[in-house]
């Protein structure tokens, strides 16, 4: 429990409130933009598969595969990937990053088969694995864990921007660019959204600086502040000296249990948003797109409360039990509202709230007992492992799609999958993460 404020300590207070202030306005509106970028560069496969899939004759079970082979690389390579990052530093590694997976994103408008579609999605996962544990990551080196829930919910405010802005624009784009040069709608998207990722990368290595003490934007007393914090914060963390001794932790794999029930649900709905919508009758790739952000606009408000609850309470086992459960009963309010676009919309909506919640909120629990060298190790492990989802989900979906003609059945598997979630969230010890 935190300890009472009392007068005295109250000047001190209000001079950490004025330093982390502008530590965010520095540093968080920045990774909000990487983030963007990168989540789009993940996703648009799902608005690309409205034309593609009929161009290059994929089925829906071979969609789902290559938007899911995406995590196999992302899996492989994030631990590397995020001991690269402590090692070289931020700055040059998440540029490295971006770059790489911007030229990657790019290639995809030379695919003309489900073998290059494969192997495109599998190398993209790798260039963008260790970029968002390595965030993660890197906000610890920055702010103590009672500070951390609403600076990811923040962070993570990215995923429900991509969809707002990003999903109206891949429709715009495939629309508008459609036949242009020879070209199809969605290989102008691949490009164009691509660029943006080339840009961000480069000015990444201006504008991070890899830790406290080399920010010129801070004096010495407000570098001093921040550091106190942190020390004073990691004292409670169970310090790994050795790089393995992440995977000896217990705590670390029923995170990656509880990470892997939430991913699910998480990238079945990115990834199969624009098709949802387009299943209760809507037509035209922009008016898909413009639909297919509304969910997300709910998601957006819903994290950010949630964050500034759980920080201001410091309580985060319910803040993240309530949102998963409000994410079950959305995709299973869904699977019987498929034939009405504005009840499905509802559904989707309170769907999106709850499980794009589920996220920023989750990476309190690990982030509050990992500590030493392993917690890159540890951050990564259980981003790479529960992100596995990321493959089983969509493969699910489609292949279920695909041998039933129907989306209800994949959208009860994705209820169960967070109710489950849910029940091992309340097998955390409080004492220890709530602070």
Known sequence: MPMPVTASDVPALDQENAVFRKVVRRIVPFLILCYVVSYLDRVNVGFAKLQMSDDLGFSEAAYGLGAGLFFIGYFLFEVPSNLMLQRVGARAWIARIMISWGLVSASFVFVTNEAMFYVLRFLLGAAEAGFYPGVILYCTYWFPSHRRARVIAMFMSAIPVAGIFGNPLSGWIMDTFQGVRGWEGWQ????????????????????????????????????????????????????????????REPKVWLMCLIYFCFVMGQYALTFWMPTFVESTGIEGNLAIGVLSAVPFLAALVAMNLFGRSADRRRERRWHLIVPSLMGAVGFSLAAGWTGSTVLSLTA????????????????????????????????????????????????????????????????????????????????????????
């Open 188 to 247: 102008w998207m691949f490009l164009l959204e691509a660029i943006p990722a080339l840009v961000i990368g480069v000015v990444t290595l201006f504008y991070l600086d890899n830790s406290v003490r080399a920010a010129k934007w801070l004096t010495d007393e407000e570098k001093a502040v921040v550091e106190r914090a942190i020390a004073e914060d990691s004292a409670h963390q169970t310090v790994h000296g050795r790089v393995w001794d992440a995977f």
């Open 348 to 435: 989707l909506s309170f769907a999106a709230a709850g499980v794009l919640t589920c996220a920023p909120l989750f990476w309190s629990l690990p982030t509050a007992f990992l500590g030493g060298t392993a917690a890159a190790v540890g951050l990564a492990a259980i981003n790479s492992v529960g992100n596995l989802a990321g493959f089983v989900g969509p493969y699910m979906i489609g292949a279920l799609k695909d041998s039933t003609g129907s989306t209800s059945i994949p959208m009860y598997v994705l209820a169960l999958s967070l109710v489950v979630g849910a029940a091992a969230v309340l097998t955390t010890d409080k004492n220890v993460v709530n602070r």
